[in-house]
């Protein structure tokens, strides 16, 4: 049930979280499925309602950074750097696990930690007083929600969904490993590169998350973030040979790349890495609706700006 985050709202939802069950709310990336992150029963919820596969870890929310460094055995110094300028916001921050906490999913001796900059989510950590382990609230491997409505569509039987509007990022968290030396980048997402390298200096980007291919970390299965439809990437919207495509054929694209002719849905992105991710995951729940088969996406540009962007679209494409 989609309920408003006022007083009551967040009283219910509370009271649901305190009863080892699960809420939906939103964060200024995407919608999270909601579970206080250290009772075995609530995070099993979360696991069985998004049939998400066990060894897939999830990150935990909370409402501050001293909340946070109370997760980790080991606080690194570079994690007070990024979390001095980056939080609240859309950076995850993998660290040594406190030894005295239980280990979620496959992760065996770290915990992935992030402060959202959403203000009901913040009321509902305050209000709530635990650390929220919280995925996308969807069906494991399909887009991710960006509405209340996308998240009830996806998970009908979540007990409450608390409205927060559309998500203002539209796109997950960057989620970076501060364990070693050097900062790994684990998954591109709403925090550019550019302004993570302003604090860490150097940065290793794997080459399978620079190129969007299958990945052996945690959670990076290959088909990922997909619609219903089979999306297929190309160079050019006008000039595909649709011989071999599903009909209908809708098609994804942005201003100043063609429009192509979708005839049952077109969806013209923004020209603007950050303005195209917002939109992204609504425009395939839209074609999705529209009840078209395949989706021709333009594919954007190769350049360091794009990298979440290209990540989540060669898995929607992952066969
Ligand atoms: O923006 C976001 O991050 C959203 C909102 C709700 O906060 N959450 C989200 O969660 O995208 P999820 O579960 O869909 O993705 C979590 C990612 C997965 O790729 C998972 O493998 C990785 O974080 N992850 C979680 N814990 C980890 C750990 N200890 N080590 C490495 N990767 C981890
Ligand atoms: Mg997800």
Same mark, same amino acid.
């Given at each position: 049930?989609?309920?408003?985050?006022?007083?009551?709202?967040?009283?219910?939802? @509370? =009271?649901?979280?305190?009863?080892?069950?699960?809420?939906?709310?939103? /964060?200024? !990336? +995407?919608? %999270?499925?909601?579970?206080?992150?250290?009772?075995?029963? &609530?995070?099993?919820?979360?696991?069985?309602?998004?049939?998400?596969?066990?060894?897939?870890?999830?990150?935990?929310?909370?409402?501050?950074?001293?909340?946070?460094?109370?997760?980790?055995?080991?606080?690194?110094?570079?994690?007070?750097?990024?979390?001095?300028?980056?939080?609240?916001?859309?950076?995850?921050? @993998? *660290?040594?696990?406190?030894?005295?906490?239980?280990?979620?999913?496959?992760?065996?001796?770290?915990?992935?930690?992030?402060?959202?900059?959403?203000?009901?989510?913040?009321?509902?950590?305050?209000?709530?007083?635990?650390?929220?382990?919280?995925?996308?609230?969807?069906?494991?491997?399909?887009?991710?929600? !960006?509405?209340?409505?996308?998240?009830?569509?996806?998970?009908?039987? $979540?007990?409450?969904?608390?409205?927060?509007?559309?998500?203002?990022? %539209?796109?997950?968290?960057? *989620?970076?490993?501060?364990?070693?030396?050097?900062?790994?980048?684990?998954?591109?997402?709403?925090?550019?590169?550019? =302004?993570?390298?302003?604090? !860490?200096?150097?940065?290793?980007?794997? =080459?399978? @998350?620079?190129?969007?291919? &299958?990945?052996?970390?945690?959670?990076?299965?290959?088909?990922?973030?997909?619609?219903?439809?089979?999306?297929?990437?190309?160079?050019?919207?006008?000039?595909?040979?649709?011989? %071999?495509?599903?009909?209908?054929?809708? +098609?994804?694209?942005?201003?100043?790349?063609?429009?192509? =002719?979708?005839? *049952? %849905?077109?969806?013209?992105?923004?020209?603007?890495?950050?303005?195209?991710?917002?939109?992204?995951?609504?425009?395939?729940?839209?074609?999705?609706?529209?009840? $078209?088969? /395949?989706?021709?996406?333009?594919?954007?540009?190769?350049?360091?700006?794009?990298?979440? @962007?290209?990540?989540?679209?060669?898995?929607?494409?992952?066969?």
């Amino acid at each position: 049930m989609i309920v408003r985050p006022d007083a009551e709202g967040i009283r219910r939802a @509370v =009271e649901i979280l305190a009863a080892d069950s699960v809420v939906a709310f939103p /964060t200024e !990336t +995407v919608y %999270g499925l909601g579970a206080h992150a250290f009772s075995e029963r &609530a995070v099993g919820e979360i696991y069985r309602l998004k049939n998400r596969p066990s060894w897939n870890p999830l990150i935990v929310h909370v409402a501050s950074v001293s909340a946070a460094r109370e997760l980790a055995e080991e606080w690194p110094g570079r994690a007070d750097e990024l979390a001095a300028r980056f939080w609240p916001g859309p950076l995850t921050l @993998v *660290v040594r696990r406190a030894r005295r906490l239980p280990g979620i999913g496959a992760a065996n001796d770290t915990v992935a930690v992030r402060v959202p900059a959403h203000e009901v989510a913040l009321r509902l950590l305050e209000a709530s007083g635990l650390p929220l382990a919280a995925p996308s609230a969807n069906r494991s491997e399909s887009i991710s929600p !960006t509405t209340a409505e996308h998240v009830a569509r996806s998970l009908p039987d $979540v007990p409450l969904v608390l409205d927060g509007g559309a998500c203002s990022w %539209g796109i997950e968290s960057t *989620v970076l490993d501060v364990t070693g030396d050097v900062p790994r980048l684990l998954r591109p997402g709403a925090l550019g590169l550019r =302004e993570l390298r302003d604090i !860490t200096g150097s940065l290793a980007l794997p =080459e399978d @998350v620079a190129d969007g291919a &299958a990945r052996p970390s945690p959670g990076m299965s290959r088909r990922h973030y997909a619609p219903r439809a089979r999306v297929v990437l190309c160079k050019d919207v006008q000039d595909v040979d649709r011989s %071999g495509l599903a009909e209908p054929v809708g +098609v994804l694209t942005y201003e100043g790349g063609g429009s192509g =002719e979708g005839g *049952v %849905g077109t969806e013209v992105l923004s020209a603007e890495p950050r303005e195209y991710a917002a939109d992204l995951y609504a425009a395939l729940h839209r074609l999705d609706d529209a009840g $078209v088969a /395949t989706i021709l996406v333009l594919e954007p540009p190769q350049t360091e700006d794009w990298l979440a @962007v290209r990540d989540r679209l060669s898995r929607a494409a992952a066969k």
